[in-house]
């Protein structure tokens, strides 16, 4: 009996050789504190496929609160070229402690208070204060996305449950800045999301 070395073309063998050196090839996944955060994202109501672009950590007082994860259309390292990116969006918040309701209400009016002048928040005030309504107290393990979605406008589900959507993509731009602007809610964390530190 030939032995296989003698019967498989060399080529074969040197890509055998290669699979067992390199080893299975890695999920299409990231890892930040002990949350996996997928490479891409199919978001309800796009047909298109969002890509991640970039996640960290929000702390506050010593603590993880939570993993912020920012999903695009494509990669962009600058916060402009993200707020006037055409497309759907994603912000994930996968929660890694419990926060009251009270303490998401005061952190979401201090990132718009912090990154829009007084115009800006005067003609967003209804928008703003409709989607107070949308949040409730989260728990460890409770995920948080807020979706920007062009024919819908930005819609937050929370657990995967929808609460509610508010029209218009000056919204989402005011939501993204929360994160992204002048003033975001931590700077480090604003360079991860835009993929500038690991």
């Not at 912020?68 to 600058?78: C, I, K």
């Not at 393990?141 to 609460?163: A, H, M, S, W």
């Not at 959507?165 to 975001?184: E, N, T």
């Amino acid at each position: 009996m030939r032995t296989v070395a003698k019967t498989c073309p060399s080529w074969i063998l040197l890509c055998i050789a290669w699979l067992a050196i390199a080893g299975p090839s890695p999920a299409s996944a990231r890892t930040v504190a002990g949350v996996t955060l997928p490479e891409r994202v199919q978001v309800a109501g796009n047909d298109d496929e969002l890509l991640l672009n970039g996640a960290g950590i929000r702390s506050k007082y010593m603590f993880d609160v939570y993993v912020a994860a920012l999903y695009l259309p494509h990669a962009a390292r600058d916060a402009k070229a993200v707020l006037t990116m055409p497309g759907a969006k994603r912000i994930a918040m996968h929660f890694l402690f419990d926060v009251s309701r009270e303490k998401l209400l005061e952190g979401w009016r201090e990132g718009f208070t912090f990154n829009l002048d007084p115009q800006q928040i005067e003609a967003l005030r209804p928008r703003i204060e409709r989607s107070y309504g949308f949040f409730r107290s989260v728990h460890q393990g409770d995920t948080v996305f807020i979706d920007y979605l062009p024919d819908q406008g930005t819609c937050l589900r929370i657990n995967g449950e929808q609460k509610g959507c508010i029209p218009g993509a000056d919204f989402y731009r005011a939501v993204l800045q929360v994160w992204l602007g002048k003033h975001p809610i931590q700077y480090p964390l604003k360079r991860q999301m835009l993929g500038l530190l690991d």
